[in-house]
């Protein structure tokens, strides 16, 4: 990382822990934020976050590496989650895995080589009465089918190269 | 697009604010009463009685409480809080402050799961238009010296923080890792302080109750459970979706309503409920005989039951804290025990061992997680041993996921 990219995440963190307020119950929220927008929790980050927090960043590691949404991988700007529990295994789960696999050219916790994609597997996401159910960044998709992949994926593709507008991600909050 | 199926639910009948109103009418003793005398248990599915846990927390002497709702719904087959967040996002709301009241806090936590991120802007809107209107904020009704207010937080992807003490580490800040309990979270709960740590669906219940009082209430359900309960049905029905029905309700009575008549097996109470065969249908959905925080999962027919138990048990060694033994060693081994069987090599030794450490696990882990996490398993073993056991190696399939 450059020295310029450091010290600017270094004081967008710190703007980050004096609105969020310095305390352990931030820790959550900053590692949230900073997660969506750079799309990676390394270990720079983990030392500014504990830093502006005063606690040791072992204790940053150990949260960030706890949780399903957090994680210390550096991941694509769209993460794709294909739910894998009961309702949606029994609604054919698999046949939208394969295709996922097939349309991204990767596995499952692997990120595309443009860092555009990563391609996950959820726990239940509460969809289960229309699985399967797929989740990229905080859009949720239902009663997918391996036609709707290609779909869903080149809304996503529609957002960069040359033909996006401008440089466009779906988030929610 | 992501509408589910809804069934006609009493919440849709309730006056908004009457419950507000009616507990600010009263003294704050005699809101826990009226909850009380509803008999009303906790929604989530543990079925804790919801006027004692207010008791506790109000008999609290602290300068600080807290109302924390869980909306970290992560019961696999459960989605009917989401449903009631994006419906009924008042009524919880108005359950939050009567608890408030209730217990004497200030401030609400909705701890919502991340997987409901996209839920988040509306209820933000929700609550900010509920301040606007003075049913949130200082002196909420124009009711002098009550204050207070509810604010959103985020969890980040962990079906464990669904348990009380684990969402409370996880809104400090901390990993989701239950604690030992006692202290409960009504004594020494988020920050050292009192807190109330209830369901959604509790919680909407409440503000119910309040509107329209305890007999109406207790007029539904049975003696040990009273009420009505919001049920998740998904799996092989006609008619998946989100329903009401009184508790005590059979589950052949159930199954007829959602057009999933004929089935094999129903699993109750999600993966850590039990799984319930057709020879069974007529045992009642209630606290008293089979449990649920309202997830119901239909098999037909053809299902492999040990294509269930193995989804189950890849979740169970997936969402394990990793805490205690019991449960990230057990679920491990339960796991390689259902791999096994796939394979049809599983000895009656090993599966005699198998049941040996679920009791180990039920007994002996920190958490709900680790104590339930066997149920499913055992409990297709048991109604479906001539379907699972000794199979043939030609029926094997390569491991999944």
Same mark, same amino acid.
């Given at each position: 990382?450059?020295?310029?990219?450091?010290?600017k995440?270094?004081?967008?963190?710190?703007?980050?822990?004096?609105?969020?307020?310095?305390?352990?119950?931030?820790?959550?929220?900053?590692?949230?934020?900073v *997660?969506? @927008?750079h799309?990676?929790?390394?270990?720079?980050? /983990?030392?500014?976050?504990?830093? !502006? +927090?005063?606690?040791?960043p072992?204790?940053?590691?150990?949260?960030?590496?706890?949780?399903?949404?957090?994680?210390?991988?550096?991941?694509?700007?769209?993460?794709?989650?294909?739910?894998?529990?009961?309702?949606?295994?029994?609604?054919?789960?698999?046949?939208?895995?394969?295709?996922?696999?097939?349309?991204?050219?990767?596995?499952?916790?692997?990120?595309?080589?443009?860092? *555009?994609? @990563?391609l996950?597997?959820?726990n239940c996401?509460? /969809?289960?009465?229309?699985g399967? !159910? +797929?989740?990229?960044?905080?859009?949720?998709?239902?009663?997918?089918?391996?036609?709707?992949?290609?779909?869903?994926?080149?809304?996503?593709?529609?957002?960069?190269?040359?033909?996006?507008p401008?440089?466009?991600?779906?988030h929610?909050? | 697009?992501?509408t589910?199926?809804?069934?006609?639910?009493t919440?849709?009948?309730?006056?908004?604010?009457?419950?507000?109103?009616?507990?600010?009418?009263?003294?704050?003793?005699?809101?826990?009463?009226?909850?009380?005398?509803?008999?009303?248990?906790?929604?989530?599915?543990?079925?804790?009685?919801?006027?004692?846990?207010?008791?506790?927390?109000?008999?609290?002497?602290?300068?600080?409480?807290?109302?924390?709702?869980?909306?970290?719904?992560?019961?696999?087959?459960?989605?009917?809080?989401?449903?009631?967040?994006?419906?009924?996002?008042?009524l919880?709301?108005e359950?939050m402050?009567?608890?408030?009241?209730?217990?004497?806090?200030?401030?609400?936590?909705?701890?919502?799961?991340?997987?409901?991120?996209?839920?988040?802007?509306?209820?933000?809107?929700?609550?900010?238009?509920?301040?606007?209107?003075?049913?949130?904020?200082k002196?909420?009704?124009?009711?002098?010296?009550?204050?207070?207010?509810?604010?959103?937080?985020?969890?980040?992807?962990?079906?464990?923080?669904?348990?009380?003490?684990?969402?409370?580490?996880?809104?400090?800040?901390?990993?989701?890792?239950?604690?030992?309990?006692?202290?409960?979270?009504?004594?020494?709960g988020?920050?050292g302080?009192?807190?109330?740590?209830?369901?959604?669906?509790?919680?909407?219940?409440?503000a119910?109750?309040?509107?329209?009082?305890?007999?109406w209430?207790?007029?539904?359900?049975?003696?040990?459970?009273?009420?009505?309960?919001?049920?998740?049905?998904s799996?092989?029905?006609?008619?998946?979706?989100v329903?009401?029905?009184?508790?005590?309700?059979?589950?052949?009575?159930?199954?007829?309503?959602?057009?999933?008549?004929?089935?094999?097996?129903?699993?109750?109470?999600?993966?850590?409920g039990?799984?319930?065969?057709?020879?069974?249908?007529?045992?009642?959905?209630?606290?008293?005989?089979?449990?649920?925080?309202?997830?119901?999962?239909?098999?037909?027919?053809g299902?492999?039951?040990?294509?269930?138990?193995?989804n189950?048990?890849?979740?169970?060694?997936?969402?394990?804290?990793?805490?205690?033994?019991?449960?990230?060693?057990?679920?491990?081994?339960?796991?390689?025990?259902?791999?096994?069987?796939?394979?049809?090599?599983?000895?009656?030794?090993?599966?005699?061992?198998l049941?040996?450490l679920?009791?180990?696990?039920?007994?002996?882990?920190?958490?709900?997680?680790?104590?339930?996490?066997?149920?499913?398993?055992?409990?297709?073993?048991?109604?479906?041993?001539?379907?699972?056991?000794?199979?043939?190696?030609?029926?094997?399939?390569?491991?999944?996921?």
């Amino acid at each position: 990382m450059l020295i310029t990219e450091r010290d600017k995440l270094s004081s967008e963190i710190g703007a980050l822990a004096d609105r969020l307020g310095r305390t352990r119950s931030s820790l959550i929220p900053m590692l949230q934020e900073v *997660k969506r @927008t750079h799309h990676v929790i390394d270990s720079f980050t /983990m030392q500014i976050v504990a830093d !502006a +927090l005063e606690i040791h960043p072992v204790e940053v590691h150990s949260v960030a590496s706890f949780y399903a949404f957090l994680g210390t991988e550096k991941q694509g700007e769209f993460v794709v989650r294909l739910c894998r529990t009961i309702s949606c295994d029994l609604a054919d789960k698999d046949a939208v895995a394969r295709q996922l696999q097939t349309n991204l050219g990767i596995g499952f916790g692997s990120t595309t080589a443009d860092g *555009k994609f @990563t391609l996950e597997w959820a726990n239940c996401m509460g /969809m289960c009465d229309q699985g399967p !159910a +797929l989740l990229v960044n905080d859009r949720v998709f239902t009663r997918v089918t391996p036609e709707k992949v290609h779909e869903i994926l080149a809304d996503c593709r529609r957002s960069f190269g040359v033909f996006a507008p401008e440089h466009k991600e779906e988030h929610l909050v | 697009m992501i509408t589910s199926t809804v069934g006609p639910l009493t919440f849709s009948q309730i006056e908004p604010e009457a419950g507000l109103k009616a507990a600010l009418a009263m003294p704050r003793a005699d809101i826990i009463a009226e909850i009380n005398k509803s008999s009303v248990k906790g929604r989530g599915g543990a079925g804790f009685p919801l006027g004692m846990k207010w008791n506790f927390a109000a008999a609290e002497q602290s300068a600080e409480k807290f109302v924390i709702c869980n909306a970290d719904e992560g019961e696999p087959g459960t989605f009917k809080d989401r449903v009631i967040l994006t419906e009924f996002p008042d009524l919880v709301f108005e359950g939050m402050t009567i608890a408030g009241r209730a217990i004497g806090a200030k401030n609400g936590i909705v701890y919502l799961r991340a997987e409901y991120t996209y839920l988040r802007r509306q209820l933000e809107d929700t609550l900010a238009k509920r301040r606007e209107q003075g049913l949130l904020g200082k002196n909420v009704l124009g009711r002098d010296g009550f204050d207070f207010d509810i604010r959103i937080q985020m969890g980040a992807g962990a079906y464990v923080c669904g348990e009380e003490t684990a969402l409370i580490e996880s809104l400090e800040g901390f990993r989701g890792e239950p604690r030992n309990r006692p202290p409960f979270p009504v004594n020494t709960g988020y920050l050292g302080r009192p807190s109330t740590v209830n369901n959604v669906e509790t919680l909407a219940d409440a503000a119910c109750i309040l509107a329209k009082g305890a007999d109406w209430f207790k007029s539904k359900g049975t003696e040990k459970s009273t009420g009505t309960k919001i049920f998740s049905v998904s799996g092989d029905c006609e008619k998946p979706g989100v329903y009401e029905f009184p508790l005590g309700i059979s589950i052949a009575e159930l199954l007829a309503a959602v057009g999933g008549a004929g089935a094999k097996a129903v699993q109750v109470g999600g993966a850590s409920g039990i799984c319930v065969p057709a020879a069974q249908f007529s045992r009642k959905i209630a606290f008293e005989d089979v449990p649920t925080g309202g997830s119901i999962i239909v098999f037909a027919p053809g299902r492999d039951m040990l294509q269930v138990a193995h989804n189950f048990l890849d979740f169970f060694v997936d969402e394990s804290c990793g805490q205690c033994t019991p449960c990230r060693g057990g679920n491990a081994k339960m796991l390689e025990g259902a791999e096994k069987l796939r394979e049809g090599t599983l000895t009656l030794a090993a599966l005699d061992e198998l049941k040996e450490l679920a009791e180990t696990m039920r007994i002996a882990s920190k958490c709900g997680l680790g104590q339930t996490s066997s149920n499913a398993f055992m409990s297709i073993i048991e109604n479906f041993g001539d379907e699972i056991m000794a199979r043939a190696l030609t029926q094997s399939e390569p491991a999944r996921n």
